[in-house]
């Protein structure tokens, strides 16, 4: 790649030229492969953008170049020799193949984030020198991760949810729902909790622990919390909620720091069933969440 770099080409379009003048391709053979590259591209066109427009003709070419740079250069190990020996031997539809297998393999990963990966992420211009193994890296790291988070929200959420948890693979939606499910796991913990989910009357001891408490003392508790934890969970996870600022919880503690409107903002950031919810908007007096007040609940529902 550093060859490519320097002379402002594609890997497998300088192999393919140097190849010429060498004597090392002939004419018809250089010729043939330009053929198949065209080919490739249309047929690339035809079932992913469109054949009409130009541009998009364009960019099918861009990205048959990126996809066949991508297996040509998972297999020469970056020789240009090795790299001359399989375009002759296997020929060019063999290193497509081959940079399709690589960009296929990211359903292994995570078939979900397959799908957000566009195949025009491959694309690569005629006088692109990047490296498109890097790339390519890059994609599989962030689908590893994007199944880390995934496999972590639905196990966390297995334990901590109040609701019914509605399938979702959005990364950003994930990692909000993810946060709250970790602050209700902390905040359980403050309050020396044995449970897994708030009801009303573990919900008001939290705030009145919050408010009533020492702020040091409730931010010391805390950070203890936050490590008893992360202790509790595998390596991989904690690693996984280390690195992605989850174990942060830094809208949680500014909360604690403030003391303001302890009672308005909490809720914001918790688990909180709909039962829960309810109460504190003075729905019906309250709902069955399995608290001190639910025969008063169900005395509310019947009928007179």
Known sequence: MKIAELRNRPFVLLVLKDGLAEGYFSEE???????Q????????ASDNLSIIYADHVKKACEIVLGIINLGLLSHCENSTEKAKEII???????????????????????????????LS?????????SDIRLLHADLVKKGQDSLRLLNLYRNISSQYAANVVIPETDEDYLKFELQKLLNSAVALMLIDSQEKVFNNE????LIAYLSNTDVKLVLEKFAQCVTNFAEKQPPSTKTYLEESSLLDFSEFK????SRKKVAVYIPEILELSVNVTNELHDDFEGGYDFGA??????????PE
Not at 254 to 257: D, Y
């Open 293 to 302: 007040d639910d025969q008063d609940d169900i005395a509310y529902l019947k």
């Open 202 to 205: 573990r919900y008001n001891q």
């Open 37 to 44: 590259l065209s080919d490739m591209s249309l047929r690339i």
């Open 121 to 129: 992420t491959y694309a690569l211009a005629a006088n692109d020198t």
């Open 88 to 118: 002759k031997t296997e020929g060019i539809v063999y290193c497509f193949r081959a940079g399709w297998a690589k960009y296929s393999g990211l359903k292994l990963i995570s078939a979900d984030y397959f799908k957000q990966v566009k």
């Open 29 to 35: 053979f250089v010729h043939k492969t330009k053929q």
């Open 254 to 257: 500014s909360i604690i720091s």
